[in-house]
């Protein structure tokens, strides 16, 4: 909403209001990427600013309170009700206790001070729950050395002990504190898949965090497709789910019924050992789960194997033929032509196969799909969370002088943009993101289930070979379930993941977006870092921050992922330890983050000024100024 001025003094303070900013520090931004469903650990991350309100603690507390204090004083903010609980426990004396609470009060009020000294008094009041506004600021703003309002200031926090606030007001402090500490939050992608709890994570971003973005990531493609009205992605989403062991997600969280598809699946298919559903925890799966999983895997694998064939059939610019696999099964299914090879077939289960016509859906599969797509798009919590992802996200991200992407550009071996033509126009480079993402975006804000070019184009970026979010020459699911030869079972990565160890290329991507590449930086999701390599590449132009999180990818990666944080100084690489469970955090108050690392330091610092929003403010200002001249 546009600010209406009545007088010219008006305008002027808001000239005045708005060049101080300008010279504000700029603020902190985090980026996280591949979260997988994992949500204790994403939360944990938030809550301690990706290490960021430990080094606070540090810097503001040493030499006033030892290391031990420090750590505990951490945990308070990150997890302030759990924490309460345990301190207040260890009190007998009703004294003591009250005395902890106004050790706590000053501790924390000094803590919100130093964290909000870059920021506007406007900004900060937004951070503070409603309720306690007042208070808060009349404790933030007040001037220690005042020995007239000393006594004041005490019966400010005497009487939130007195009338019980004293718990809501540290774990709302506490709470913007947690805000303050990290400006802005970047997500690169993969906000799902895997672990248990995306709809956690989406309710915690919608519900507690302020500035943020998304760059969608291969995995949120599915569940974004499939709202948008995508069989083929949803085929994928719930095959995916049935091989995690995650169907529970659908049913408890969306409110997908997969009886049917149960039902359908126990009558048609039995279970295969290749179709065992993975447990990322390692704990045993019950056996009725088991069995649930391994059968749906089989029923909606089949499903999305006739599906493709399909959607290849109808758009030969895919060029995906060799995807296309189910008419190259011997008559007996027990062997099948690739490359002029033949394969024997283990784990078959091709019953519901046509001979004479692959590709075609049974009428019950054809009804099941139906059902299940419909229930998707009618799923008032997914669409909350799709539209939120939707509204607040792109294919890619130019920030502050920075491209933010999830996977890839996809380049020739030369370095040069690979082109893309579909339906009579050719794109490559930026026009190829911009492409999907318009294609998306009207996909999603009018879904529709029957067969369509922008329907199929959605399912093009999980699997096509010059997806961005994909990134590879073919997705071997078929190979992987039914052909031991672990040769075909390999994904040839395009050479962007290669090339980007080279600064040249690094340069011509960051043009290629518009971007200055004497100053400017590529932020990369998508692919985890493997033990022993850097995630710094392209003489420090290109980061690759794949978080980590998904327990699987520990034993790939060593660790539990990295994070990256820009502030006023330059970049710092976070390094974490892979996280248990959010109950042993709290018990055992260990954190995630190993090291910190300068990567870039400012040669001075910036300010508000230098960013983008800073752009956005010299413009309002000229406007401004061209008012006051009329």
Not at 202 to 216: E, V
Request: proline share 4%.
């Amino acid at each position: 909403m546009k600010k209406i001025f009545t007088n010219d003094n008006e305008i002027k303070s808001e000239i005045i209001n708005l060049s101080a900013i300008l010279n504000l520090p700029k603020g902190t931004e985090a980026f996280v990427s591949d979260i997988h469903g994992e949500y204790d650990e994403f939360a944990h991350i938030l809550r301690n600013g990706s290490g960021n309100t430990r080094q606070k603690i540090s810097e503001l507390f040493t030499g006033k309170l030892t290391n031990d204090r420090q750590k505990k004083f951490a945990f308070l903010i990150y997890y302030p009700s759990e924490i309460l609980k345990q301190s207040k426990d260890s009190f007998t004396n009703e004294a003591d206790l009250d005395q902890w609470y106004f050790d706590v009060f000053n501790q924390l009020i000094d803590m919100l001070r130093y964290t909000s000294i870059k920021y506007t008094r406007s900004k900060v009041r937004k951070a503070i729950k409603s309720d306690f506004v007042y208070i808060t600021e009349e404790l933030l703003y007040a001037d220690q050395n005042d020995l007239t309002k000393r006594n004041y200031y005490r019966e400010v926090m005497d009487n939130i002990v007195k009338l019980g606030m004293a718990d809501q007001f540290i774990i709302s402090t506490c709470h913007t504190i947690q805000r303050l500490v990290v400006d802005h939050l970047h997500i690169i992608g993969d906000v799902f898949d895997r672990g248990p709890h995306p709809d956690l994570i989406m309710d915690h971003l919608m519900n507690r965090w302020g500035s943020l973005d998304f760059q969608w990531g291969n995995h949120d493609i599915l569940w974004i497709g499939s709202s948008a009205g995508s069989k083929l992605c949803m085929a994928n989403l719930i095959r995916i789910s049935a091989r995690y062991n995650n169907l529970k997600l659908l049913t408890n969280s969306y409110d997908i019924d997969l009886r049917a598809l149960q039902d359908f699946a126990e009558a048609n298919y039995q279970p295969l050992p290749v179709f065992s559903p993975r447990s990322d925890t390692g704990e045993k799966i019950p056996d009725d789960d088991a069995l649930y999983d391994n059968t749906v895997q089989q029923a909606i694998a089949i499903m999305q194997f006739k599906l493709e064939g399909q959607a290849i059939k109808r758009h030969p610019d895919f060029e995906m033929e060799n995807r296309m696999l189910l008419h190259k099964l011997s008559p007996d299914r027990k062997s099948i032509e690739i490359g002029g090879e033949t394969y024997p077939i283990t784990n078959g289960c091709f019953q519901l196969v046509d001979p004479d016509d692959p590709y075609k859906l049974t009428a019950k599969e054809s009804d099941l799909l139906d059902d299940l797509i419909r229930q998707f798009i009618d799923s008032p919590k997914l669409r909350y969370h799709m539209s939120f992802m939707m509204n607040n996200g792109s294919m890619y991200l130019n920030y502050n002088g920075n491209l933010l992407l999830h996977g890839c550009v996809p380049v020739n071996e030369d370095g040069t943009m690979q082109k893309w033509t579909v339906d009579g126009n050719t794109y490559s480079g930026k026009s190829l993101f911009d492409f999907f993402e318009s294609t998306l975006k009207e996909g999603f804000q009018n879904p529709n289930t029957e067969e369509s070019l922008d329907s199929d184009i959605i399912w093009y970026l999980w699997t096509g070979k010059l997806s961005p979010l994909f990134g590879k020459a073919a997705m071997t699911t078929f190979e992987r379930y039914f052909i031991e030869n672990k040769d075909l079972h390999k994904e040839v990565k395009n050479p962007y993941y290669s090339l980007r160890k080279e600064e040249w290329f690094a340069d011509e991507l960051l043009k290629e977006f518009g971007l200055n590449p004497e100053e400017g930086h590529i932020i990369n999701g998508h692919t985890p870092v493997k033990l022993g390599h850097s995630p710094i590449m392209a003489n420090r132009k290109i980061f690759v921050i794949d978080g980590g999180m998904s327990k699987p990818y520990h034993k790939t990666t060593g660790i539990g992922g990295y994070t990256l944080l820009s502030n006023s100084f330059g970049f710092q690489l976070v390094t974490h330890e892979p996280f248990t469970t959010r109950a042993k955090a709290i018990a055992d108050m260990t954190d995630v983050v190993s090291t910190k690392r300068v990567i870039e330091q400012s040669a001075k610092r910036k300010t508000v000024g230098d960013t983008d929003n800073g752009v956005f403010i010299k413009r309002h200002i000229a406007e401004l100024q061209a008012r006051l001249g009329n």
